[in-house]
């Protein structure tokens, strides 16, 4: 089984190379991108019977800085 | 009094730092990331700067998983010290041996120069060689030295006195100018500037040379 977890800076969190791609696409002629955040996907391949909870406790402890990321997990 | 200097994968400033170590007088040790504890005695513990597996998910984050990270907490714990410079900085908020987090430089690009820094009014032994309000030039090389935490974070920093170091020019976007914080009972330093690289007069530059001395005087009459 797959489990697929999204790691994104929180709201409020300035995001620089969210930033960066937003006047990038600006600079090439993409009008009206209002902003751009950049995140992490990672996939994992789990033995069948792994549970989210266990998913989200790979989270907590590292896939994501919760101090300033959030993350989703898709099973 | 003893020294141990953490060595990852990837550290490339763990020698610089041993040797301001041996400088100050300190009995300096280097110490195998996978090794499950710290040697007899050591007073202070040095996470050093550098790449520690390559910042491979984010900068600090799978060093701070290591087997020596759980004894440098458990040392932490105790009461002991512990010196945190750059990627060591990084190491330490992902251990959350200090609050908040080192993000992306505002404009993304690393910055390797000497900057001007403020000493801050924490009661620390690492800034004991200095005065309060002291204008400092350390060099800095990083490229996630933005220093972030949420503003409850930010203002029991202040109030409590635990910002060590700011910029006088604030070069990569830190929330509050912050470039290096203590733990509440002082004794934990993390900071991005390299005070190991200005502590030898062949470098040039000594003013990093007061934070050694005066963690060793704290040492020697703790």
Request: aromatic residues 6%; proline residues 4%; glycine residues 12%.
């Amino acid at each position: 089984m797959k489990a697929r977890v999204h790691v994104m800076l929180k709201n409020g969190v300035l995001d620089p190379q969210g930033e960066a791609i937003r006047h990038a696409l600006g600079s090439m002629g993409f009008d009206g991108v209002e902003g751009v955040r950049q995140g992490k996907v990672i996939e994992l391949d789990l033995a069948d019977g792994t549970s989210e909870e266990q998913v989200a406790q790979m989270c907590e402890r590292l896939l994501a800085n919760t101090v300033i990321e959030s993350y989703r997990i898709e099973m | 009094m003893k020294a141990a200097v953490i060595v990852f994968p990837g550290s490339n400033c763990d020698r610089d730092l041993a040797g301001a170590f041996k400088a100050a007088g300190l009995e300096t040790t280097m110490v195998w990331h996978k090794d499950a504890t710290l040697p007899e005695g050591v007073d202070i513990v040095g996470v050093p700067g550098g790449f520690s597996y390559g910042d491979y998910l984010r900068s600090g984050a799978i060093a701070a998983q290591s087997p020596i990270c759980r004894a440098v907490a458990d040392h932490a714990v105790r009461g002991g010290y512990v010196l945190g410079i750059c990627n060591g900085f990084q190491v330490l908020t992902e251990m959350q041996l200090l609050p908040g987090a080192l993000m992306r430089n505002q404009r993304i690009k690393y910055i390797c120069r000497t900057v001007p820094l403020i000493v801050g009014e924490a009661d620390s032994v690492f800034t004991a060689g200095y005065e309060a309000g002291q204008r400092i030039e350390i060099p800095i090389a990083h490229h996630d030295g933005n220093y972030t935490a949420d503003q409850v974070t930010l203002a029991k920093l202040r109030g409590e006195g635990r910002v060590a170091f700011t910029y006088a020019e604030n070069p990569n976007g830190s929330h509050h100018d912050i470039a290096g914080i203590v733990s509440e009972n002082g004794r934990v330093l993390g900071m991005m500037p390299h005070p190991e690289r200005a502590a030898d007069p062949v470098l040039g530059n000594t003013d990093g040379r007061a934070l050694f001395a005066g963690l060793v005087d704290a040492l020697a009459t703790a």
